[in-house]
């Protein structure tokens, strides 16, 4: 798992005025490094209208955006904090919104290796005081760090 945060792709307290332009943020990192097809951004776009990635995790709301594996070369997670929040759709959920300001995006090319990773950042989430640590952190050594103490 840990070669998913090689490429150390981390954007802290950013300003983005929807939940478009924050994901946009994140897929240009992936593009750029060479890490997903030129149409991810499209394709999470098209996820999160079929199925929503926010969730509620005690007092944090938290988003989980990914797409298919077929437009992944290589697999990456990116993380993304923002200043304010963004509105999106709580998973499970077809009506209801909740306020993100934190987004952990992945590109896996490999179905089984997503839910392992799912399963394992979930538990992570457990830890209130890691998650709030998530939400404060301001530069990629510190992230790091977190990421370790996360078990990944």
């Known amino acids: 798992m840990k070669d998913m945060f090689d490429e150390k792709i981390a954007l802290f307290?950013?300003?983005a005025k929807d939940q478009q332009e924050a994901l946009k943020l994140l897929c240009n990192e992936f593009v750029q490094k060479g890490i997903v097809e030129e149409d991810f951004y499209q394709q999470i776009l098209l996820r999160e209208k079929e199925y929503?990635?926010?969730?509620r995790v005690n007092d944090l709301c938290i988003a989980l955006p990914h797409t298919d594996?077929?437009?992944?070369?290589?697999?990456q997670v990116g993380f993304l904090?923002?200043?304010?929040?963004v509105e999106f759709a709580e998973m499970g959920s077809d009506d209801q919104t909740i306020p993100v300001k934190m987004i952990f995006m992945f590109?896996?090319?490999?179905?089984?290796?997503?839910?392992?990773?799912?399963?394992?950042?979930?538990?992570a989430f457990k830890n209130e005081g890691l998650m709030k640590r998530f939400e404060q952190v301001e530069d990629i050594d510190a992230y790091l760090e977190l990421i370790r103490e996360a078990g990944f």
């Open 69 to 75: 594996p077929e437009y992944t070369k290589r697999c």
């Open 52 to 55: 929503s990635t926010g969730i």
């Open 13 to 15: 307290h950013k300003e």
């Open 81 to 85: 904090s923002l200043k304010e929040p």
């Open 107 to 123: 590109a896996i090319d490999d179905t089984a290796r997503q839910l392992d990773f799912m399963s394992r950042l979930m538990e």
